[in-house]
């Protein structure tokens, strides 16, 4: 079974950064896709970034692209948020989650895995 950790979120102003990560245990995930989801109050869950298995392909919500980056490092079966440039609207809940393919997605359904979040808290 395999299980998801995220950590590295808070409270930051805007303008801050954020690094958020998300390591695997129990089975790797290392040749699976990975991204990570946020959602915040009263919203439905959104994609935000993703990675291929080997990292050589990205996808990111419009919304994000330029300010957040997101890597891996598979010898860890760790994923990285970097969040740069953080503005109110990036306050939600982060979950990492592993997709049942390797190409990187933005489409939820392909992704089976999930993490518990962590709060990101952008003030203003």
């Known amino acids: 079974q395999v299980q998801l950790q995220e950590s590295g979120g808070g409270s930051v102003q805007a303008g801050g950064s954020l690094r958020l990560s998300c390591a695997a245990s129990?089975?790797?995930?290392?040749?699976?896709?990975m991204g990570w989801f946020r959602q915040a109050a009263g919203k439905d869950r959104e994609f935000v970034a993703a990675?291929?298995?080997?990292?050589?392909?990205?996808q990111y919500a419009d919304s994000v692209k330029g300010r957040f980056t997101i890597t891996r490092d598979r010898t860890r079966d760790t994923v990285f948020l970097q969040m740069n440039n953080l503005v109110p609207d990036d306050t939600a809940v982060y979950y990492c989650?592993?997709?049942?393919?390797?190409?990187?997605?933005?489409?939820?359904?392909?992704?089976?895995?999930w993490g518990q979040g962590t709060q990101v808290t952008v003030s203003p």
């Open positions: 129990g089975r790797t995930l290392s040749n699976n896709a």
């Open positions: 989650a592993g997709a049942r393919t390797p190409v990187a997605t933005g489409t939820a359904s392909y992704y089976t895995r």
């Open positions: 990675i291929g298995w080997n990292g050589g392909t990205t």
